[in-house]
Nanobody, 123 residues
């Protein structure tokens, strides 16, 4: 399974970005997927996850109400719509494919990872 993120960039605080992730292979369409992020000097942390059928979304408290995860299985693509961005959202964002139909908040729930895309929010 190949996982490729796109859509990162530089944005001012209060702005929006939409990240995309294409995941090749039948596994990706049948499994849960998620987004994680890692800021400089910090550990990678959970952001959001979604089940194979587009339901069962979960979010980190820090992004709840601002970020929306969605997927289009026909296009083998996962999205993360990020609104009201804050400087503390600055990080490398990683897309991941889960080990089962629904994935959790821990990294061990995911089998395949992308290389990440940089998001920088200026104040």
């Amino acid at each position: 399974v190949q996982v490729i993120e796109s859509g990162g960039g530089l944005v001012q605080a209060g702005g929006s970005l939409r990240l995309s992730c294409t995941a090749s292979g039948r596994t990706a369409s049948n499994n849960g997927m998620g987004w994680f992020r890692q800021a400089p000097g910090k550990e990678r942390e959970f952001v959001a996850t979604i089940g194979w059928n587009g339901g069962n979304m979960r979010y980190a408290d820090s992004v709840k109400g601002r970020f929306t995860i969605s997927r289009d299985n026909a296009k083998s693509t996962l999205y993360l719509q990020m609104n009201l961005l804050k400087p503390e959202d600055t990080a490398v964002y990683y897309c991941a494919v889960g080990r089962g139909a629904f994935a959790g908040v821990d990294m061990a729930s995911y089998a395949y990872w992308g290389q990440g895309t940089q998001v920088t929010v200026s104040s």
